[in-house]
Every structure is written in structure tokens, then in C-alpha cells.
């Protein structure tokens, strides 16, 4: 169970924020981000798309860098989907590529800060090479405990359903649960997520508002956060505005006002 970080880092947090309104006591405690806009930050800036993608891997390394200071302990990122896999070979090649290097490059520091890195998605997908790299950090990494960074990779949200119902068929088949024993809590184990509790913060960028097949189950109760800015000039300041936004909210789960104020 990914435990926060040290108390020694808070007040500094604190000072650097321009936003002092965080209460860092009701962090969301998993937060996924779906990644959108590096396209056309590209075009923007009258560039290729993959400059774009390239600009964006920074982002993503300065947003792995902010939760881990803050103490957030799960971070789920949206870096393909399965319907991504219908763009122009070339991108698709890029975005691998950038992938890899991504990887190699932050590897160290993920495991020093105590990172562990999971993932979620069709990996059977991917290149043997991409993989394996993927494997081996999943692996090198399993004993952290400061924070899941979980990246979505050729990932579903309906294909993740359909897996689920898959096995639960076999395990019926195998005589290992029977129909009346399926309950919404066995089933999220069936899923993808299954160790990873369900997002508490969901944020997309570029302007977008869908959910573009991402995490269909997971979000039955996430709160959700949009905002105009393109991934690749996502910055801290943004992280900790949705933050701010999110701890604004009251997350009612059905129930009233008055109920939730009784407890
Ligand atoms: C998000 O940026 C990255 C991926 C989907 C892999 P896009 O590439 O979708 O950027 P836009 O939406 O075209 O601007
Ligand atoms: C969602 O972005 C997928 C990722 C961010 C990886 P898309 O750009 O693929 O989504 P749509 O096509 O605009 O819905
Ligand atoms: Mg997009």
C-alpha cells in the first residue's frame, strides 16, 4: 500500500505553491489523467505532431515529480488506447519509440523516489522489445511503496469489461464461483485495476469532455475535472488547481447534504 511521502516535504510545498488553497490532509488518493492536446499544441507551434508527443513526455515527467512530492499514492495515466492503434503508422511508431525512451530515461529515478510502476491495457499488443523494457520495470520496481504510477497502454475500458467477463466465464466453466456469487466487488478483481482503487480525481486536457473508453467502470463515482490547457503545456500549477477544484467539491455518493454532514 503506497504510504504519502515524508511530512518534511510539506511546508515546501506550501510555499511554492502560488495556489495555498490545497488541503494536503484531503489529497485524492488515485488520480488519472487523460492525456489530450499534444496534436495540437503541435500544430500550434507549427510543428510535426510527434514534437508534440516529445513535448508532452516532459509534461508527464514533471506531473509524475508534483504527485510524488504531494503524496499521492496512485497516478494513472492514459498514453494509448486501443483506438489509438488506427493512426498513421508513423505516429503509432513515435509514440512507441518515445515510449521506450521515456522509460530508459526515467527508470532510475522512478525506483529511487519509490515508485512503482504498474500498467493496464493489451500489452500483448506491443512489441516484444517494448514489452519486455515494460516487464522489467514493472518488475524491478514491484517493492515500492511511495506511489503507483500506472500507465494505460493499448487499453480499453469496454475490451477491459469484456476481458473480465471472459474470466469470470472460465472460472464458472472451471467450477470456481457460480453465478450468484458475482458481486461488484469480485468483479472489479476480474478487471484490469483489480489491486488499484478507483480514481477519486479523473482530469483531461486539450478542452476535450469525453471519456474516450477510459476506465468505464472505475469512474462510476470519480469526479471529474476539464480544463482548455493542451497536455504538453500542462504544468504543475494545473495539477494543483484541479486539486484545488476537486477539494471544492462534495462527492455525495447518493446520498444527501445533511447525511454526509452527520458523519
Ligand atoms: C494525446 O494527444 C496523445 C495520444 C492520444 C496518444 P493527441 O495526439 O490526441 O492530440 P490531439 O487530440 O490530436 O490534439
Ligand atoms: C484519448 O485521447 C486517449 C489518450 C489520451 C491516450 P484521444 O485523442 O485518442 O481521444 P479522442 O479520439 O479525441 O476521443
Ligand atoms: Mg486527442
Not at 488518493?29 to 503541435?42: E, F, L, Q, V
Not at 482503487?197 to 474516450?212: A, H, K, M, V, W
Request: glycine share 8%.
Amino acid at each position: 500500500m503506497p504510504r504519502g511521502f515524508g511530512m518534511a516535504a510539506i511546508p515546501q510545498i506550501r510555499e511554492q505553491s502560488p495556489l495555498k488553497k490545497i488541503d494536503l490532509r484531503k489529497l485524492p488518493r488515485h488520480i488519472a489523467i487523460i492525456m489530450d492536446g499534444n496534436g495540437r499544441w503541435a500544430q500550434k507551434h507549427t510543428l510535426g505532431r510527434i514534437s508534440g508527443h516529445r513535448k508532452g513526455a516532459d509534461a508527464v515527467r514533471a506531473t509524475v515529480r508534483t504527485c510524488r512530492e504531494l503524496g499521492i499514492g496512485y497516478l494513472t495515466l492514459y498514453a494509448f488506447s486501443v483506438e489509438n492503434w488506427q493512426r498513421p503508422a508513423a505516429e503509432v511508431e513515435a509514440l512507441m519509440g518515445l515510449l521506450k525512451e521515456f522509460l530508459a530515461k526515467e527508470i532510475d529515478e522512478l525506483d529511487e523516489k519509490g515508485i512503482r510502476l504498474m500498467t493496464i491495457g493489451n500489452l500483448q499488443a506491443l512489441k516484444a522489445p517494448l514489452r519486455r523494457q515494460l516487464k522489467q520495470a514493472v518488475e524491478r520496481t514491484a517493492h515500492n511503496e511511495a506511489m503507483v504510477l500506472n500507465v494505460a497502454l493499448s487499453y480499453g475500458g469496454r475490451d477491459e469489461i469484456v476481458e473480465a467477463a471472459k474470466k469470470i466465464l472460465r472460472d464458472g466453466l472451471a467450477g470456481r464461483i457460480s453465478p450468484d456469487e458475482i458481486t461488484r466487488e469480485n468483479f472489479a478483481g476480474y478487471l484490469y485495476t483489480a489491486r488499484i482503487p478507483d480514481p477519486d480525481l479523473l482530469i483531461r486536457t486539450s478542452g476535450e469532455y469525453r471519456i474516450s473508453n477510459f476506465l468505464l467502470w472505475q469512474t462510476a463515482y470519480t469526479e471529474f475535472y476539464f480544463t482548455d490547457v493542451l497536455w504538453p503545456d500542462f504544468q504543475r500549477e494545473d495539477l494543483l488547481r484541479a486539486i484545488a477544484a476537486y477539494q471544492a467539491r462534495e462527492r455525495r455518493f447518493g446520498l444527501t447534504s445533511d447525511q454526509l454532514q452527520k458523519d
